[in-house]
């Protein structure tokens, strides 16, 4: 199917673990974006990149990994989970710019417990 | 630094009112202000955007105004549905800031029918 998909859709991991999410857009966007979404804080951006091979840190980076070997891929790894990464993470793209008409896919609830 | 302050945090109407939600920025720099709605389960969808170079701007039945002086900007939902019942969020781009959206805590609609 055409546009922005992620998975998985629900993990629970535990702390100290490894975990990546997966992120991949068919619309060929230069721009991707993973973000996190907490009751009280809105959407807050952990990583973007420009293209292939070119990630820059957001608002919140630490404890976050990213890579982007192809245009249409955007993983973000948690190198090991703690509690504080509990949330719901989404996926953006765009096509027109840096920040404008994101394309958001419909998240992973991540859990660690 | 950019800081979006959005308000209220929830908000309930009757179908066919109107709904009005409201946000600050920090930065007079910023220059492009989005909003965003989010349904349950599904990730955040553009709905209309705003350049500072423009007072007012309407798509049917949603408008966004903003005030360079006082650095707000609002929603404006007329003849409100049950299906306008989301999470809505405002953003902005700081022009000084590499770019980034700064997103609001977001507000919970709520229509009864």
């Known amino acids: 199917d055409a546009g922005i998909t992620q998975s998985p859709r629900y993990k629970i991991t535990e702390t100290g673990r490894q975990v990546t999410l997966m992120c991949h857009q068919t619309?060929?966007?230069?721009?991707m974006f993973w973000y996190r979404q907490d009751l009280g804080h809105g959407l807050r951006l952990i990583y973007y990149?420009?293209?292939?091979?070119?990630?820059d840190k957001g608002e919140v980076p630490d404890g976050y990994v990213v890579s982007r070997s192809k245009t249409e891929n955007f993983p973000l790894t948690l190198e090991s989970a703690t509690r504080s990464q509990t949330s719901v993470y989404f996926c953006?793209?765009?096509?027109?710019?840096?920040?404008?008409?994101?394309?958001f896919g419909s998240g992973t609830q991540l859990s660690v417990l | 630094g950019e800081n979006v302050e959005q308000h209220p945090s929830t908000l309930s109407v009757q179908e066919g009112d109107s709904a009005v939600i409201k946000c600050t920025y920090s930065?007079?720099?910023?220059?492009?202000f989005p909003w965003y709605k989010q349904e349950l389960g599904k990730g955040p969808q553009l709905i209309i955007d705003i350049r500072s170079n423009v007072g007012e701007k309407k798509d049917q039945r949603i408008a966004v105004t903003l005030n360079k002086t006082a650095k707000h900007f609002s929603l404006h939902i007329t003849e409100t549905q049950p299906e306008d019942s989301a999470v809505y969020f405002c953003a902005a781009i700081p022009y000084n800031q590499g770019g980034k959206l700064i997103f609001g805590q977001g507000t919970e609609l709520s229509v009864k029918p």
């Open positions: 953006a793209s765009s096509g027109q710019g840096p920040n404008e008409k994101l394309f």
């Open positions: 930065d007079s720099a910023s220059n492009y």
């Open positions: 619309w060929s966007h230069s721009y």
């Open positions: 990149s420009a293209a292939a091979d070119i990630t």
